[in-house]
């Protein structure tokens, strides 16, 4: 799963929605969007389509 990701980011995820260049909303948290999905607090990244 997530080892198919080469170094994926938040803005990558389908759970990002951007607020401006540097971050978005994930789940009603800020995240940046640089952050690296491994590092993804729930574990949740997903790509989108
Ligand atoms: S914190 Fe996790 S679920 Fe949220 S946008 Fe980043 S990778 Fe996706």
Redesign the pocket.
Known sequence: MLSDNKM?????????KPIDDAK?D??G?E?PAT?D?N????????PRN
Do not use: D, I, M, R
Request: hydrophobic letters at 25%; glycine letters at 4%.
């Open positions: 994926a980011q938040c803005k990558e995820c389908k759970f990002y978005g994930c789940f948290n995240v952050l999905s590092k993804c607090p729930t574990n949740s990244f997903q």
